[in-house]
Each structure stands twice: as C-alpha cells, then as structure tokens.
C-alpha cells in the first residue's frame, strides 16, 4: 500500500504525455459516505466518512473518439460492527482504509443532431486498497473492473449535467494475510464478480468551478473456500475459509476545479 500515491502519479504522468494542448484536467477534494456489509451471521458492517483527492484529464474535440483518465486517492476511519473470527462472539471496532484508483476511458461523441449533448462512455479502471482493524487483522484488495454509460450535458460552461450506467470487476483478488491471524497457510480468496450501478449529477458554476454528487458501488459475490490449519487458538485444527458476499455502497460530494 506504500506504493500507491506512486502509482497514481505515473498513470496520471502518462496520461499527461497524451498531449495536453487540446485537453482539460481538473483536481478535485471529496467527501463520501461509506457503506460495506458482508452476508454472514452474524452480519458485518463498515460504514462511516471517507476522503479523496482526485484528478482527471480528458481531450477536448467538437465530436469523434476522445480518451479520457481519472484517478482518485482515499482514506477514512469506519465503524466495525461483526464478530470474532473464532468464537463468532459480537465485536466493534474502527477501520482504517487507504486506496487508490485509476481508470482510461474511451468516450464517443456524436456529430451533432439529436444526440449532440450525450457522450457514450467505456472504461477499464484498477482499484486497490487496504482495510485494517487491528495490526494483525488487515485484508488488501486488487480489483479492476470496467465501466459502460453515458454522460449527458457534460461539455455545458454553466448548468446541469450528469451521467450514470453499469459496473462490472473484471478480475477481483483478496489477500486476507491469514498468517497474520494464526493460519499457517495464506491463500489468495477470489471473490465473485457481480455488476453494479453508478451515476453523477452536478452543476457547473463557471467553466473553472462544479459541484457533484454521486452514487458508486461493488458486489463481490462469495468467494471458493478454501482450507487451512490453525496455529493459535486451535492448534491443529482445520477450517474452510472464505470471503462472503460482500456490498460496498457510498454517496458522495466532490468540489471540481478546471483548468
């Protein structure tokens, strides 16, 4: 996870070298609220405040194929509510998440007539974070996924805009260090991979200025088991564990500024 700022800071380095000259880029500061639960039972849940600074680049042209990048690092403190992994006794706690994401897109924009305001939109994105709940007990994920939409009003200088489709993780990979916990194995859980909804409505004050909210998710379905020896607690002992289903929801509201 130390890596990640670095990360972010290539691809957003390469999309630069794109050319610059017909392009926009804007920065932006976000605040979301946070939602996870995991199907099991007892349930789990996470939910609380997350922040992110982002960054976006996209070319500019009247109509034809554009390519565009947005990218995004994010923190926040949660509240745990679940249970004991091994006595499945009720726990609470805080989590501790750090992450990035960043994401290519390919965007259409029609020759005028009556689609002249909608901008369809393909996109492949890779997100990678880290959630922690005490130093023993801490899980990465490694998620890439693609995007299908439209954007609608989007190159408006002052007004309303927005735009919305389907989700889908493409690859999904959960290292849950279970060796860390007590297990003497740690298999890598490969978590299903479900599609979602996302969407974005803003407005645009002036052509440096915006303000959006919006709506973003995951569904992981549940993982292969997988078996693996305890070392601690029940020395000797067998268990099959998984990654149950899991959904990430969370609204948010980021302040854009363009350039």
Request: hydrophobic residues 35%; glycine residues 14%; proline residues 4%.
């Amino acid at each position: 996870m130390k890596r990640l700022p670095q990360i972010a800071l290539a691809v957003g380095c390469l999309t630069g070298c794109l050319g610059s000259a017909w392009a926009r880029w804007s920065v932006s500061g976000e605040a979301e609220s946070f939602h996870w639960r995991e199907s099991t039972a007892p349930s789990v849940t996470e939910s609380g405040p997350r922040f992110g600074l982002g960054g976006s680049w996209r070319q500019e042209k009247d109509a034809g194929w554009l390519l565009g990048w947005r990218g995004k690092l994010y923190w926040g403190s949660l509240d745990y509510n679940g249970a004991l992994l091994f006595s499945g006794a009720p726990a609470t706690g805080t989590t501790e998440y750090t992450g990035v994401s960043n994401e290519l897109q390919v965007i259409y924009r029609a020759y005028g007539g009556s689609l002249d305001k909608i901008d369809f939109i393909g996109s492949l994105g890779f997100d990678a974070w880290g959630r922690s709940l005490s130093a023993q007990q801490k899980e990465e994920y490694r998620v890439a996924f693609a995007r299908l939409g439209i954007e609608y009003n989007g190159r408006t200088s002052q007004g309303w805009f927005g735009g919305g489709g389907i989700k889908k993780p493409i690859y999904a990979r959960e290292d849950a260090h279970l060796n860390d916990i007590g297990f003497d194995q740690n298999p890598i859980l490969r978590p299903g991979k479900d599609p979602s909804l996302y969407g974005e409505v803003g407005y645009r004050f002036n052509a440096r200025w915006s303000l959006l909210g919006y709506y973003d998710s995951y569904r992981f379905g549940r993982s292969s088991a997988q078996t693996v020896t305890a070392m601690q607690a029940f020395p000797g002992r067998t268990f099959r564990v998984f990654q149950p289903e899991s959904k990430m929801d969370l609204l948010g509201l980021k302040l854009q500024f363009s350039f």
